[in-house]
């Protein structure tokens, strides 16, 4: 307790609050976004408050970002703090459930599955399953009508990217047992695990069980496929995960090949559902862009719109800056937390962190802050038009290799929404791929715009590590004559 109400000598500033378990709980989880800018104008870019007991220490800016985000592995640590939630989700000896070096060879692998040529068949893949699921949609019955956004993407999402990624077996079993084991799975990572991942929840024993189901229907896929009794029909990272090797010579066992398909299936699904929620949610607040996204694609493709392929997305810059400028005001992960390993000095400031400290970083703070981007709190796809490389890592950055990429050692850049530094993300082009090709199957399909034609937009749920619209979010689609 006397550790929560006195402040050391050179650490940062301790954000107010009345009582010490609760701290800044509650102001916190409502809205980070709002929590953060406050005291950022109370505190400076460096401050700490109390989350369920816990003090955290806050880093903003491009310095903050830096400092936590680039952070070397002797002084900040992820699998410590992320593991007691995602560990009984994703399984034993992967992700966070081993040490950083076997993280950065799977990440090496899951990137280099990532290919030009399986992200081409991707794009094949995802507008087809787009295409089938508008068709089979009840929402989408006759002309026009109203759908909820956030609900019908979100399955859309899963669909897509199972089709994609995850290969065909898991997608046939997504429309009767993998979606239920899905659920229960994804139960695991409610809010009150976060809070309370030492507690023996009730819905622990469901998360248990359907994840020790998928790790078995996984590791069937496997056997099959390496049978021969499953023919390969398309790349997809199962087989490319097959075919790996550890650094030691060993196969990746079957039951981390599960465990890796696990976490693409999380990772994907919760930051990409909400990211293309919020892409069609801006989009409806201003239906007048849905229609510059359509000129752009007749413009780029012809007026008949044939099917997209691959190298059709960079024909459609605006499509890509639509995602861009979403991404940059409803960044899916709010908060990044590193453990500290031993006392630093906080970049930039003379405060000193002590060991065992909790660091949160934030880079959805410097993307919304004024001094990089006018009229911050405008969405506005066209304030890429020019600056559409102003904040992209250069040739000039220092660069590091963690194995699985080369990036910048450091990055000045405030836009940060894939992270930096060794947890950078991987899944950057693939989500890209799949946002871009649902996106311009929508716009194709449909006019949208919000109920009655306001410009307004729903607020955000906080609750959990992954942020996403509140719902229900409904707008009105119309269908698009075909001449
Ligand atoms: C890491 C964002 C999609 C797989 C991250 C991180 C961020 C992020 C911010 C860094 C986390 C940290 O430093 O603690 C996003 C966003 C996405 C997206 C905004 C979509 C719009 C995906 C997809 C996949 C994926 C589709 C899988 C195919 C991963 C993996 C990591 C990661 C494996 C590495 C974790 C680590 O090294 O600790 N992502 N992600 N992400 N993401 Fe993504």
Redesign the pocket.
Known sequence: LSQLLIKKPNEPPLVFHWFPLVGNTVTYGMDPFKFFFENQAKYGNVFTFVLLGRKMTVCLDTTGNNFI?NGKIKDVN?EEI?NPLTGPVFGKDV??DCPNSK??E??KF?KFG?TQEALRSYVDLITAETEDFIKGHKAFKGEKGIFDIPEVLSQLTIYT?SRA?QGQEVRNMFNDKFAALFHDLDMGFSPINFQLNWFPLPHNRARDNARETMIKLYSDIVRKRRSGETKKESPD?IWHLMDCKYKDGTQIPDHEIAGIMI??LM??QH??A??ISWVLLRLASRPELVEELYAEQQQALGDHLPTLSHDDLPKLPLHAQV?KET?RLH???HS???KVKQPLVVDGTNYVVPAGRTLM?S?GVSAQMGSYFPNPSVWDPHRWDAENTKFEETEDDEKIDYGWGVVSKGTNSPY?????????????Q???V??QTILVAFVREFKIRNVGGSRDIVGTDYASLFSKPLTPGTAEWERRSKA
């Open positions: 985000l992820a992320y992700v966070y993280l950065m799977q990440k899951v990532l990217a990624l990272m976490a693409l990772a994907g930051s990409s909400s990211t995602v991404l960044a899916p992960i990044i937390m590193r970083s880079p940060l929404p894939f992270g930096a530094g060794r947890h950078r993300c991987i899944g950057e693939f989500a890209y799949q946002l």
